[in-house]
């Protein structure tokens, strides 16, 4: 059977949760007598009352979270952290993530939630760090297993090794360049599904994965529909997309809602791999203190207000953000849509109240929070034990030393200093293939974490490993070299503001040598202002040539940058992550540690 139409096959079912199921049967009665009444007067807990007879009202927890990223360890710096809104108006920044401590808040919000699910919203995997990235991402497959997740929809980093790792992601058996890692062990892919309603094969018409499934216990069916943004073919690899077909969300949603309300399913969530952008970076903010839905804006507010009022909530991700909202949908009901973050770092725990009469949520009575994944609480010894096998494996390679910095080069803000470091080391890269070389970009959705001064594991010294380097740079892009004239590259500075990006800008990181002015007053392409771009301290001249350092998915038009797809005298190096690696060994050393960039090279009026 080809890889692209197999479907999920559940292997390991969870003994502990069956003799768990079994045993809520034999106590249910008992269990609904202990409970507190919900505001039905039916115990709120419980599916049984009054001997063996179900009460009307059935409590289900969904737990849920998104953008994982293979961050199986504590993320480092600013990616590791999350921030709180305190009652006097101040934040406060906490500490979050890592799956030891994931696995046991999750394992404690289940106490007492017989009726529980727990899904996910896409991304779990790709752009990962070095312990999974690695070894093709099996170890967060693993991790996930022993989280007893149920379900999760795809998001775009599931396909940038293609529909076939994907494939054997969900299926198992062995890389098969690589191989299998462990002797005697076959990799034995997710026990959970992976939703994929809206990614066809080009040629059969048909999702390449599940579209639907179906979570049942004593009567209670919540179905999951699962989708990734349809805009996936411009923010990943040409080859990872290859023979795919992205269809529009909200029409996907609708049209499997319906199939699922046909087979009797009337309970639906739909995990969508597409998110909004909250007023406020604080995870507790109550985004509908000034009304529905309008604590949020972004792509996820139109999906949210279209998709059928036959769906009940909707699990979302894509944008790294946190928030908990109501938004209308087509009916002007109010409708449940969360995000928890990324890399593990939050969770998100909702009450779904199932009206047993009608086979629906109650959706006056949903109620839904996110919650940190602190590090207080004790490691779950099996993902320690997971993690430290992994990282026997990966240490040869993850611990070699390939650079020094004085202190961290964060990730933060429109011009980073760690966006310019690596337009830096493309440069340098690029100046050795072509002397002729004049600038590098790079986009800033490819730098995904920063360097820390004191990274974990170390003692302060500023030392920078290929594993941290690996977590910045994970996707193996090369380093491209191309000819542009002067007015083309003026218009790719202008496609950071304009075109898809005009909502959401895309500022790419400069090498140093180019700056100019971003003018945030502006509307669109007017935002750069085009007299202010200078190259060493000259004007760009629109007849000339420039030869420019780009990654490989840029040069490919990736990231809404089509003039960049457009480069002549085409030349391609080695990987982004190899040439980083040669700039900081070439740039630092122990008694000479590089100093951050200044992120100085773009004026921002605001």
């Not at 809206?198 to 179906?214: A, C, F, Q, S």
């Not at 949903?366 to 990966?394: E, G, Q």
């Not at 959705?445 to 594993?467: M, P, Q």
């Not at 030349?571 to 740039?587: E, I, N």
Request: charged fraction near 20%; glycine fraction near 12%.
């Amino acid at each position: 059977m080809p890889a692209t139409s197999q479907p999920f096959r559940p292997r390991r079912r969870r003994v502990a949760g069956l003799l768990a199921a079994a045993a809520s049967l034999a106590t249910a009665g008992a269990l609904a007598a202990a409970l507190p009444a919900d505001a039905h007067g039916n115990p709120s807990g419980g599916g049984y009352g009054h001997g063996s007879k179900p009460s009307r009202y059935q409590d289900v927890q969904l737990l849920s979270f998104n953008d994982l990223h293979g961050n199986l360890e504590p993320p480092s710096g600013s990616s590791g952290r999350v921030t709180e809104l305190q009652a006097d108006g101040t934040t406060k920044t906490i500490d979050a993530g890592g799956v030891e401590y994931l696995a046991t808040h999750l394992r404690e919000a289940r106490k007492g939630n017989p009726y529980s699910i727990t899904a996910a919203g896409g991304d779990m995997v790709g752009a990962s760090p070095l312990i999974s990235g690695l070894f093709h991402d099996e170890p967060t497959i693993e991790a996930l297993n022993k989280l007893d997740l149920d379900v999760t929809s795809v998001g775009n980093h599931e396909f940038d090794e293609g529909a076939k790792e994907l494939a054997r992601l969900q299926n198992g058996g062995c890389h098969p360049v690589d191989g299998c890692y462990n002797d005697g062990e076959t990799f034995e892919g997710a026990d959970f599904p992976y939703l994929a309603a809206n990614v066809l094969d080009e040629k059969t018409k048909k999702p390449i994965l599940k579209p639907y499934w179906v979570w049942k216990k004593n009567g209670v069916k919540v179905g999951f529909i699962g989708v990734t943004l349809e805009g996936t073919p411009g923010i990943v690899s040409a080859d990872g997309v290859k023979g795919l077909q992205f269809k529009d969300e909200v029409e996907t949603i609708n049209k499997y809602a319906k199939e699922l309300q046909k087979q009797g399913v009337k309970s639906i969530v739909a995990l969508i791999h597409e998110g909004g952008f909250p007023a406020s970076a604080s995870y507790n903010y109550d985004c509908d203190a000034s009304g529905g839905g309008s604590g949020i804006s972004g792509p996820i507010v139109d999906i949210a207000k279209n998709v059928t009022p036959a769906v009940d909530a909707l699990v979302t991700g894509h944008t790294h953000n946190a928030y908990v909202c109501t938004i209308d949908d087509p009916s002007g009901k109010p409708r449940m849509v969360t995000s928890a973050a990324s890399f593990g770092r939050l969770y998100t725990d909702t009450t779904l109240t199932y009206d047993r009469f009608t086979g629906d949520i109650a959706r006056t009575a949903v109620k839904s929070a996110n919650h940190v994944v602190t590090r207080t609480v004790p490691k779950a010894a099996d993902m320690t034990a997971l993690i430290s096998k992994w990282n026997t494996l990966a240490a040869p390679i993850g611990n070699r030393a390939i650079g020094y910095i004085s202190a961290d080069v964060n990730n933060t803000g429109t011009e980073s200093p760690m966006g310019d470091l690596i337009a830096d080391a493309q440069l340098a890269y690029g100046k050795e293939l072509d002397p002729e070389t004049d600038l590098a970009l790079m986009n800033p959705g490819g730098v995904r974490a920063g360097l820390t001064y004191a990274a974990k594991g170390s003692e302060g010294d500023g030392v920078v490993t290929y594993a941290e380097g690996f977590t910045v740079q994970p996707f193996a892009n090369t380093v491209n070299l191309q000819d542009f004239t002067g007015a083309q590259v003026i218009q790719v500075l202008k496609e950071q503001v304009s075109g898809t990006n005009a909502a959401a800008p895309k500022v790419l990181q400069p090498s140093s040598g180019l700056t100019y002015t971003l003018d945030l007053t502006k509307t669109g392409a007017d935002r750069v202002v085009t007299d202010s771009i200078r190259l060493n301290g000259a004007a760009i001249d629109a007849a000339a040539t420039y030869r420019v350092a780009t990654n490989s998915f840029l040069a490919g038009g990736g990231d809404g940058f089509p003039t960049l797809g457009q480069g002549t005298g085409d030349l391609v190096g080695t990987d982004d992550l190899s040439a980083l690696a040669q700039y900081l060994t070439a740039h630092s050393s122990a008694a000479s540690p590089l100093t951050p960039p200044a992120a100085n090279r773009i004026t921002v009026v605001q």
